[in-house]
Each structure stands twice: as C-alpha cells, then as structure tokens.
C-alpha cells in the first residue's frame, strides 16, 4: 500500500528542545515536502527536497531545518523549538515524471511548544 | 502572485444541496489545478484536478468549473451528503517541477 508514514502524531514540547518528526514515504518517489497547516493560512510549504542531499527553503522556513540523507526519508528538525512553531504538520511525497501532480499526505503531527 | 484565493472559509449544506467553494488565481503560469479534501485527523488526499484546457471536468458528484479569462476555477459538489463533511483545499502548480501553491482551505458541513 502507498504510504507516507509521519511520527510521532502528537508532541507536546517545551521551548527550546530539540526534537525530531520523521518521515518515510514507500513510493520512490523523488520529491518530499513539509507542511504547515494553521487556521485561515492553509498548507504553507516549509521545505522540499528534489532528492537525495538536495533541498530548498519553501515559504516558511524559519526555525526549521530537514535533511534527504536517503530517498524514503524526509526528517523535520525543530533545533530549538518557539510556541510560534505549535500547528499541524504534513509531510507529502510525489514523483516527478507522471503522475508529479499528485502529492501523498502523511496523516500529521500535531505539534504543542509551550 | 502565487497566491490562490479561496472562499468561502466555512459553508453549511444541508443533505441533498449544493456546495460551492471558489478560488481565484493570478499567476497565469498555474497549468494544473487541483482540488485536495481533508478529512479530521488525516491529511489531504487529491479528489479532482483540471488543466486550465478545459472548461469543466466532472467525477461523480464532484465537478470543477473553470474560467481561464476570469483566472478563477470552482468546486461544485451535487447531491452533497453527511460523508462529504471535510476541509477543501484548492491549488495550483506550474514549472517543470510542479512547485504547488494551496488556498486557505473552506471547512464544509453538511447537515441532515
């Protein structure tokens, strides 16, 4: 079954830990992304990644950080997290030959700083 | 620019009506035109999408309309049921990538 797998699926912080929120897509699929959804402001992109070692700042990317050391994996780290970063986080996949329109949600995190 | 617009924020439908939900768009580079639905506790899943070559594409209840002139494109949902109770997301994508952008999202309920 196609999946991207997202964890953990809640966490609740505190300000300034580290903290890590994985994600794993089983479609080899080139393209990953992040997410933020908050109310009225929609899905904001964060940061994508063309393919392995290869990344880019999205429209929101401060305070954030990824890496694609292999091409199922797609971690978003929270260095030093603010209450500013608590909302719902979507990691998405798709390929970029046919069918690269189509991206494949993970099912979220949603995250607490307080 | 690469914004899409969307409306409205929240509708109510009652079982059997018609749900309308708008985007408007300026960026005339936008070649697909998706349309996301979101159920409460899962993340979005692609439900119809359109190129801007065609005026209308329907899938079962589910019809999107759109008006290239007018840079605005629609979602129409006949017979609306209980089930179709979610968040919709329009979007748009352009380049050789398909760098995508999302509307805010409209949060329908469709009540008995």
């Known amino acids: 079954e196609a999946q991207v797998t997202q964890n953990p699926r809640y966490l609740i912080t505190v300000t300034g830990k580290k903290l890590t929120v994985t994600c794993s897509q089983n479609?080899?699929?080139?393209?990953m992304s992040w997410y933020r959804q908050d109310p009225g402001l929609g899905l904001r992109q964060i940061y994508y990644s063309m393919n392995v070692e290869v990344t880019d700042k999205g429209d929101v990317p401060e305070g954030y950080k990824v890496s694609r050391k292999e091409k199922r994996n797609f971690p978003l780290i929270l260095e030093s997290p603010s209450p500013n970063q608590t909302s719902l986080y979507f990691c998405?996949?798709?390929?970029?030959?046919?069918?690269?329109?189509?991206?494949?949600f993970g099912a979220g995190t949603r995250l607490s700083v307080l | 620019q690469q914004q899409v617009k969307q409306s409205p924020q929240s509708l109510i439908v009652q079982k059997g009506g018609i749900s309308i939900i708008n985007c408007a768009y300026e960026?005339?580079?936008?070649?697909?035109f998706p349309w996301y639905q979101q159920f409460p506790g899962k993340g979005p899943a692609l439900l119809i999408a359109i190129r801007p070559d065609v005026s209308e594409k329907k899938e079962g209840r589910f019809t999107i309309s759109f008006n290239k002139s007018a840079k605005q494109f629609s979602l129409h949902i006949m017979d609306s049921q209980p089930g179709d109770s979610a968040t919709y997301f329009c979007?748009?994508?352009?380049?050789?990538?398909?760098?995508?952008?999302f509307g805010t999202g409209t949060k329908l309920q469709v009540i008995p």
């Open positions: 998405a996949s798709r390929g970029l030959g046919q069918g690269a329109n189509i991206q494949y």
């Open positions: 960026n005339t580079a936008f070649d697909y």
């Open positions: 479609m080899n699929h080139e393209y």
């Open positions: 979007a748009a994508s352009w380049g050789r990538y398909q760098k995508v952008t």
